[in-house]
């Protein structure tokens, strides 16, 4: 082993805040935590710039009440709580259908170029499981619009970026009066190799999802679940794991984009779906909890796009697990497109250029992938692994985790979704947790200034031996693309959309078998740019992570939201009021316990009479 | 349906280095990077590629196919005949770090030097209004991805790299465009086009146009009519001479950043 | 030291591109069109003669308008302000400054200039030949900005084609006429207006200056028909270069008398 693969030189930062993820979560905490007055960095895996933020396309649901004036905080608050079965932690769900309207003006004033509606406002467009049209939006483009709105203000502000660096630690000192907390992190430069040290009393986990654990995903390599797995080894525990939200619209043909997300605004914007049969199918899976609120016909569907005040919404706008689940159903039937999907037609409802005006990326994600004209045929969609509700178990109000100084946002915070998240929630939940993280990591700096936390060596000396392990193991070794196409075929396999207790238990085997061929990964190279060494590190924590959804996933003994279990295929009430919260255990794996779910106060629950 | 395609991928860093032929067997309706994925999982672990959405989003995954700047997820194999070999490149404009990957530093550092939108105060009620025809020309500009094929192709600090430190690149050119022709900011950004941002340099060849994977039209609606403003304000008496004489509509009163 | 993409920081690639299709024609084809609209044109201004087919009243628009006492009988239209010229002074001197300023300045013009005759470059990701460069900053191409000028003029002497056009419905007898020169002065002038009216700076001049489009919905309008005609700049320019040659040489050989001008009246 040449000698720069095992030089221990490391670089020291010290920030009162460091953000780790530059996605909306991360870019809006930092914003905040800058403007708190703290010294602040942010740092990424990507450029600046390419998150998964860039891939929502949507918008951004805020009950701002341009479109629909009797759309109001409540409303979204309801919509919320209902599309993620009542599992949502309430205080969440209520600042965020309270903020994100302030949030959404703030982008404005930083550049944002929303669409217009006649008056001149920001325009809000219909999407699944909304009352009202709601989410702020442009084309369907919105999360780059979003993320670059952040990333330029965020460089007006002058906040030091890191990027392409990845964080792979927490660091933990004692305080004074005896409490463990947060005292830095431990990371690698991507394009050099070399460590670096962040001294810091304030962390925020802003690292996004899971995706990536799964097979078939919208999410990009990023998504392998290192703010979860950190957040668990620093000590801090996870809520909700057993919910992941299977995208009802990702591409299925050709295999090369396999899981690429085709947007919900194609059912808001009138598209529908068919079978083999050309049956607009989803009539047929309407649950009684949705009834009273969605259309019983084609016509009242229809009628619904221009007068939503004497009709009810069509179907296709059901929560994403519910049509998920039908779309699932109608391919095990039998009644699925040539390549396994089913049909999501807008070309027969709207006209070519309504359709590219309204949904431009689709239009062009289409003809050049798939050789397919989005405006004269209908589209070939599947289910997609897109997004994990679980996360970091949160204070509602400040983000913070239970280890002092760990602040968690965006999708790397568990509670906010419940059991199922509604479309255009996630850019909205970016924004306003992100600046309360931000602005409560920053706060939180502030006071720990008296006795500021100190990284100990021996953690740094320990850390620079997990990052270099896969240099130094001698003879044969693991090849950790392998690795990861075996989890990502199994967890599709085993703990996809409908799960038994059968193939979950199996699932745990086999993930403690890839656990230990993971600690045999062996690269080859250097350590400049070497996307192998990224992707061994980077394995450990989508093992941990995969670990924590199947165990919280086998013990969820119902079906709900985002977890659909065969064996158990109602949604039992007894399971209402429970959460699911994992922590690792002193042998290095995930610890389950049941913790009742916090009881929304009366006025809130009046709501839903 | 599948069968081997040869690929000649450029491996190496800042000290040299060199193409390097690879045999990769791809399937249908696959693109450049499924080939160069398979190439790392199968043969070269380490090789050093840059992509994040792989679905034309993000613009991560820049390089050179057969010598013309592409994104490597957009480039689909079906361009090109079975037997052709197919040779990748890093971007040519920027230092390479390893393989496939470049500094595109330069970029991030342009980024810095455009000074941030200002806007006029919000309505009484606390929003802004602003017309669907006003914010449509700006929206065209934020569909960049920042892939920087653009600054990649473009000439003037491709062939010249003394030029970086006086040329911001098509793609900022485009960020100037994007908010002088905003309805609510109050800068005039005229003369920092022309002085810091080196528009003049640009000579309308095109190539950032004919590149951009988002087809915007960065010639013709970015940076000749960026470059028409700045002739209002340098070249133009008549404007300047109308400026004076007639008092203007208040919101287009403007103060200049240089 | 090397320079540009072989300066010691980038890939060491070994050849100045890799692009293996035929990235030469177009600046070849481009090139040669030019060169000889070039020559052709300075051949014409310098020849004095076949310039008007006087029983036909056809002008041609290369010598549109003559304004000198050199011009034949009939030819000036808007009098002779100007006296003899000597024979190394073309006779249309003002519509040639005019006119090649405008094509000149034109940004489209400039675009194929820049690639076929400077080769900066020749074609996209083709290293260009020169060892430093700075554009349109720097005089003398930093003149190029008062290409608007240029338009201003352009527009001018289309309106002057126009006329021309008109007195073109005559016949031998001073009635009204028309024949197939007519037709082809009529194609020319649509040509030009749609490359005049095209143009970049006509598109800044009727709205695209503008902040707010819909403080300003006539010039909005305005903007919007320019724009679309822009699309196509490229295009016009080149089938207007093609119809004024045409429409010259047409009347060139209807004036020398190589030809007779079919009459449709």
């Given at each position: 082993m040449?000698?720069?693969?095992t030089s ?10 460091v ?5 909306g ?8 935590a800058h403007?708190?007055?703290a010294?602040t ?5 990507s450029?600046l ?6 891939m929502?396309?949507g918008?951004?649901?805020?009950a701002?009440g341009?479109v629909w004036?009797d759309d109001?905080?409540p409303v ?5 709580m209902?599309g993620g ?16 309207p302030?949030r ?6 930083w550049?944002a170029?929303?669409d217009?509606t006649?008056?001149?406002l920001?325009s809000q467009?219909d999407?699944g499981?909304h009352r009202f049209?709601r989410?702020a ?5 919105t999360?780059?619009e979003?993320?670059?709105t952040?990333?330029q203000r965020a ?12 964080v792979t630690e927490l ?5 004074d009066?005896g409490?463990p907390?947060i ?8 394009e050099t190799?070399?460590?670096l040290?962040?001294?810091a009393p304030s962390?925020?986990?802003a690292t996004?999802?899971?995706g990536?654990s799964f097979e078939?995903t919208?999410?990009?390599w990023e998504?392998?679940?290192?703010g979860h797995?950190m957040?668990?080894?620093?000590g801090?525990?996870?809520v909700?794991?057993e ?13 090369s984009v396999?899981?690429i997300?085709v947007?919900e605004?194609?059912r808001g914007?009138?598209?529908?779906l068919?079978n083999?049969?050309?049956?607009r199918f989803m009539?047929?899976y ?7 609120e ?8 229809d009628?619904?796009y221009?007068?939503k005040?004497?009709n ?5 706008l059901?929560?994403r ?7 699932n ?14 049909f999501?037609d ?8 309504y ?12 003809k050049?992938?798939a050789?397919v ?13 897109h997004y994990v509700?679980?996360?970091v178990?949160?204070?509602?109000d400040s983000g913070a985790?239970i280890?002092?100084g760990l602040?968690a946002?965006?999708?790397v915070?568990g509670g906010m979704?419940?059991?199922n ?7 909205s939940?970016?924004?306003?947790f992100?600046?309360?993280?931000g602005?409560?990591a920053a706060e939180y700096?502030?006071k720990?200034?008296q006795?500021r ?6 953690l ?11 240099f130094r ?7 950790a ?5 075996h ?6 396999k ?6 038994t207790?059968e ?6 085997q ?9 600690t ?6 250097g ?6 060494w ?6 450990n924590?989508?093992?941990?992570v995969s670990?924590?959804i ?5 013990e969820?003994t119902e079906?709900?939201g985002g ?10 009430e007894s399971?209402?009021d429970?959460n ?7 042998d290095?794996?995930?610890v389950?316990?049941?913790q009742?779910l916090p ?6 629950r009046?709501l839903?009479? | 349906m599948?069968?081997d395609?040869s690929?000649?991928?450029w491996?190496?860093?800042?000290e040299g280095?060199?193409l390097?032929d690879?045999?990769?067997?791809v399937s249908e ?7 160069i994925?398979r190439?790392?999982a199968?043969?070269?672990?380490d090789?050093a590629?840059?992509w994040?959405?792989k679905a034309g ?7 050179e ?6 994104l490597?997820?957009m480039t689909?194999?079906?361009?090109f005949?079975?037997?052709d070999?197919i040779?990748?490149?890093p ?10 990957v ?8 342009k980024a ?8 006029t ?5 606390g929003?802004?209004r602003?017309?669907?025809v ?8 934020r569909k ?8 990649d192709?473009?000439?003037v600090?491709r ?9 911001a ?8 465009a ?6 609510l900011?109050t800068n ?5 086009a022309?002085?810091?941002a080196?528009?003049?340099?640009c ?9 951009c994977?988002?087809?915007?039209k960065?010639?013709?609606n970015?940076?000749i009519p960026?470059k028409?403003?700045?002739?209002d304000r340098?070249f133009d ?7 004076k ?6 919101s287009?009163e403007?103060t200049e950043?240089? | 030291?090397a320079?540009g ?10 050849t100045?591109?890799l ?5 030469w024609l177009y600046?070849?084809q481009?090139g ?13 201004i310098?020849m004095r003669?076949?310039?008007?087919a006087d ?8 010598y ?13 239209h808007?009098?002779t302000?100007?006296?003899?010229l ?6 249309p001197?003002?519509?040639?400054f005019v006119?090649?300023g405008?094509?000149?300045t034109c940004?489209y013009?400039r675009?194929?200039?820049y690639?076929?005759f ?5 074609a996209?990701?083709?290293p260009?030949p ?6 349109e ?5 930093n ?9 201003y003029g352009?527009?001018?002497?289309v ?14 007898d001073?009635g009204f006429g028309?024949g197939?020169?007519t037709?082809?002065?009529?194609v020319n002038?649509a040509m030009?207006f749609a ?9 800044h001049?009727?709205?695209g200056?503008?902040?707010?489009f819909?403080q300003h919905?006539m ?6 028909w ?7 700049h490229?295009?016009?320019?080149m089938i207007?270069l ?7 040489a047409?009347?060139m050989?209807v004036?020398?008398g190589w030809?007779d001008?079919?009459r449709?009246f």
């Open positions: 040449a000698e720069a693969e221990t030189e490391y670089e020291t930062h010290t920030y009162d805040v953000v780790v993820g530059a996605g979560a991360g870019l809006r905490a930092a914003i905040a403007d708190a007055g010294r960095a942010i740092v990424c895996k450029l710039g390419k998150a998964h933020t860039v929502a396309e918008g951004i649901a805020a701002m341009n004036s109001g905080w979204h608050f309801r919509d919320t209902r079965k009542m599992l949502n932690h309430w205080r969440m769900a209520q600042l965020h259908a309270q903020e994100a302030d959404v003006l703030e982008l404005e004033t550049g170029l929303f217009r006649d008056d001149g920001i467009r999407f499981g049209a989410l939006h442009v084309g369907d483009r999360g780059l979003m993320i670059r952040l990333q460089v007006a502000l002058g906040i030091d970026v890191f990027m392409e660096c990845t660091f933990k000192d004692v305080a009066d409490t907390r005292s830095g992190a431990f990371g690698y430069w991507r190799g070399k460590f040290v962040f001294e962390i925020v986990l996004g999802g899971i990536k078939v919208s999410n990009s998504y392998t679940g290192d797995a957040a668990l080894r620093a801090a525990s996870l909700n794991m919910f992941v939200q299977f995208h009802p619209t990702g591409m299925v043909w050709p295999p396999r899981g997300l947007t605004s194609v914007d009138g598209g529908v068919r083999s049969e050309g049956k009539f047929d309407i649950p009684e909890y949705f009834k009273s969605t259309a019983d016909s084609e016509e009242e569907g009628r619904w221009t007068d005040a004497n009810r919404r069509p179907p296709e059901l929560p697990d519910e049509v998920a689940r039908a779309i159903s109608e391919i095990k039937a039998g009644r699925g497109s040539p390549h396994g999907g089913i999501l807008i070309a027969s409802r709207r006209d070519a250029e359709i590219k005006r309204r949904l431009p990326s689709m239009y062009h994600q289409f050049e992938l050789d004209d989005i405006t004269a045929e209908p589209m070939e969609i599947g289910p997609t692994c509700m679980g996360g178990e949160v204070e509602p985790s280890v002092d602040f946002a965006g999708e915070a979704h419940g059991a998240r509604l479309g255009g929630n996630s850019l939940d970016l924004l306003v992100g600046r309360r993280a602005e409560s700096a502030t720990a200034e006795g936390p100190h990284v100990q060596p021996e740094i000396t320990s850390a620079e031996q997990d990052a270099l392990a896969p193991i001698e003879g044969g070794g693991e090849n693309y392998t690795l990861q196409k989890l990502q075929e199994q967890m599709q085993l703990v996809g959309i409908i799960r207790d193939e979950l238990a199996e699932a745990q086999m993930l403690r078998e890839l656990e230990d061929r993971a045999r990964l062996k690269v080859s190279g350590r400049v740019y070497n996307p192998g990224h992707l061994a590190l980077d394995l924590n989508m093992l941990l670990e924590c199947a165990l919280a996933a086998r969820r079906s709900r977890h659909t279990r065969e064996d158990f295929a109602a949604t039992d399971w209402g429970v699911l919260i994992l922590t690792l255990g002193d290095g794996h995930a389950l316990k049941r009742p009881q929304m106060p009366e006025d809130l009046d839903f009479d | 599948g069968y395609l690929m000649r991928l491996r190496g860093d800042a280095g060199g390097e690879f045999t990769v067997e309706g696959e693109v450049v990077l499924d080939a994925h190439v790392q199968t043969q070269a672990g090789l590629v840059r994040n959405c989003k993000c613009g991560s995954c820049s390089a196919i057969n010598g013309r700047p592409r490597l997820c689909r194999l079906n361009d005949e079975e037997t070999t040779t990748v490149t971007l040519r404009a920027f230092p390479v770090i390893r393989d496939l470049t500094d595109v530093s330069y970029n991030y550092e810095r030097e455009v000074p941030a939108f200002a806007p105060p919000p309505d009484a009620d929003k802004r602003m017309m669907q006003d914010v449509e020309r700006g929206q065209e500009f960049c991805i920042e892939c920087f094929l653009c600054q192709t473009c000439h600090i062939d010249h790299e003394e030029n970086k430190p006086a040329f690149g098509p793609r900022f050119f485009l960020r100037y994007e908010l002088d022709m905003h309805p900011d005039d950004r005229r003369k920092l022309q002085d810091a080196g528009i003049g340099m000579n309308i060849t095109k190539c950032c146009t004919e590149v994977p988002e087809g915007i960065i010639t013709d970015a940076i960026m028409e403003r700045v002739v340098s008496p008549l404007v300047w001479l109308g400026s004489i007639r008092r203007r509509d208040p287009d403007r950043v240089v | 030291m320079t993409v072989e300066d010691p920081s980038r890939a060491q690639v070994g100045k591109t692009r293996q299709d035929r990235w600046p070849l481009i040669i069109i030019l060169a000889f609209f070039v020559v052709y044109a300075t051949v014409r310098f003669d076949y310039y008007w029983a036909e009243h056809y002008l041609t628009p290369l549109s308008p003559c304004l000198s006492d050199s011009c034949v009988p009939g030819s000036a808007l009098g302000p100007l006296p003899e000597p024979f190394f002074i073309p006779l001197f003002i519509t040639f006119l090649a405008f094509r000149g940004y013009y675009k194929a200039g690639r076929s400077f080769l900066a470059p020749a996209c990701a083709v260009e020169h060892k430093t460069y700075t554009g900053s720097k005089f003398p191409l003149t190029l900005n008062y290409h608007r000028y240029f338009f352009a527009l001018l002497f309106l002057l084609n126009v006329y021309d056009g008109l007195l073109a419905f005559q016949g031998p001073g028309m197939l020169g037709l082809i002065m009529w002038i030009l490359y005049t009216l095209s143009c970049h700076a006509c598109r001049i009727v709205g200056r503008l902040r707010s819909s919905p010039r909005y309008r305005y903007w919007t320019v724009s679309r005609l822009n699309a196509k490229g295009t016009y320019a207007s093609f119809t004024v040659i045409l429409t010259d047409y009347i050989s004036s020398a030809f001008d079919p449709f």
